[in-house]
């Protein structure tokens, strides 16, 4: 619980919160000056009294914080915090209300050490160029109040939301997966999303979000292309003979590899990365094989497993491996049937890729980092596999994490449900002032 009661006392005391903080009046971003802080409290969480000086905010255990002990007038005071007043005006407000000289400025002060306060005008100039673009902010509004429950300083959602606009992602296959998860990227902000594919349409790759039904015929890359730029909030520029040229490309914050060959899901030809690795370009493994849904693994090259690490462990686990492959492969000469790739099934994959994909674009390390999330039909429950880096692999992943685990390990899972958090999310959860309690709902 974060005590109320002694705020008063600590008002005189100036915080820092991280890369932004409370100095005076303003926020400073990376140590300079930028704006005077505009407080509010985050409106993603749902308020609640737990009792006569007590107040919840948030509802699930995730996010859900008491306060207290929290005197009328102080509760009363919470409601001026909604982003229309400076620190100035509500110093003023809390004179009228009289309360303590310094109060406002440590509750503030508090607020913010628990990461309950955002600021209405943050994200610096990035965040002031997308407030101004009111039609583009009013479709990622929902993404923007997200960001704010795992962001821990005031103006770091918006700084973040904005930051998407600038970053370059790729997506590899366009069928039910790829062209769906193209879509989700760019709906959320993501400025450029180029995909790549070949062949055609065909009726069984249309999907709701996805490839539209009239694309029947067209080229599947175009086609897929098409789709993300309407999905976005701003129709991002297409790119044409004026485009940069392959010598003066700045490369491409991420690239998500999608096929829609089923063999290529469940045993991702290690060569097919080996520009990205070479580049060292992140790059995410993500797809449906028969009724199974894969997410991952997310590979930062030299540093995570990468698909030669996951075909080398399979290999050791079992000596059969490599001649099935070989296989499933060559399809022994027959015409390949349409592989199997439930739609909803389909369209929940896209749907965890995407998250994945921002997570990493925003600076977190997701679950995917030398894991596969696997989830099967008819039980739905998914399951995190990991992909332990093996030292025959030439992506030099176990080289730096010696010390890690070794491929034998490789039958091991965890269920969603029993998801821990990252070492990160877990070193920010600790960082709550004494007396911050999470609610216990």
């Known amino acids: 619980m974060l005590d109320l009661a002694g705020a008063a006392a600590t008002g005189s005391r100036k915080g820092v919160i991280g890369s932004s903080g409370i100095r005076g009046r303003t926020m400073t971003y990376g140590g300079s000056v930028m704006h005077p802080m505009v407080p509010m409290v985050k409106p993603a969480l749902r308020r609640g009294w737990r009792d006569l000086n007590t107040v919840q905010f948030g509802m699930t255990p995730a996010h859900a914080m008491t306060l207290g002990p929290m005197d009328t007038a102080t509760g009363s005071f919470l409601d001026l915090l909604n982003g229309t007043r400076g620190l100035e005006l509500l110093r003023a407000e809390g004179r009228r209300m009289r309360l303590p000289d310094g109060h406002v400025d440590g509750l503030v002060t508090r607020l913010t050490r628990a990461g309950l306060l955002d600021d209405a005008r943050g994200g610096g100039p990035r965040g002031a160029e997308l407030r101004s673009s009111k039609d583009v902010l009013d479709r990622l509004r929902p993404d923007l109040a997200s960001l704010s429950l795992t962001a821990s300083e005031p103006g770091e959602a918006m700084d973040r939301l904005a930051a998407r606009r600038s970053l370059r992602v790729q997506v590899r296959g366009a069928g039910r997966v790829g062209a769906v998860l193209a879509s989700l990227l760019a709906g959320a902000g993501v400025g450029e999303v180029d995909v790549r594919d070949g062949g055609r349409v065909e009726p069984w790759d249309v999907a709701p979000g996805g490839l539209p039904a009239e694309a029947v015929g067209e080229r599947r890359d175009e086609a897929a292309r098409r789709a993300a730029r309407r999905a976005a909030p701003a129709r991002p520029p297409r790119r044409g003979p004026q485009s940069p040229s392959e010598d003066t490309d700045p490369g491409h914050s991420l690239v998500i590899l999608a096929p829609r060959d089923d063999v290529s899901v469940h045993a991702p030809v290690p060569s097919a990365a080996d520009d990205l690795i070479a580049s060292g370009t992140p790059h995410l493994y993500t797809g449906v094989v028969e009724g199974t849904g894969v997410v991952g693994p997310l590979v930062l090259p030299g540093e995570t497993s990468c698909a030669g690490c996951l075909h080398e462990g399979r290999a050791d686990r079992d000596p059969v491996y490599p001649r099935l492959l070989a296989q499933w492969r060559s399809g022994g000469g027959k015409a390949r049937p349409v592989p199997a790739c439930d739609l909803a099934l389909a369209t929940t994959v ?79 959860a600790d960082a709550r002032p004494v007396g911050t309690r999470r609610a216990h709902v």
């Open 350 to 428: 896209a749907g965890l890729a995407a998250a994945h994909a921002l997570a990493f674009l925003g600076g977190r390390t997701p679950s995917s980092a030398g894991a596969r999330w696997e989830v099967s039909l008819p039980g739905l429950t998914w399951h995190a596999r990991p992909v332990w880096a093996h030292p025959a692999c030439p992506c030099g992943a176990a080289e730096k994490g010696k010390e890690g685990h070794t491929s034998m390990d490789g039958a091991a899972h965890e269920t969603m449900a029993e998801q821990r958090p990252s070492r990160t999310s877990r070193r920010q």
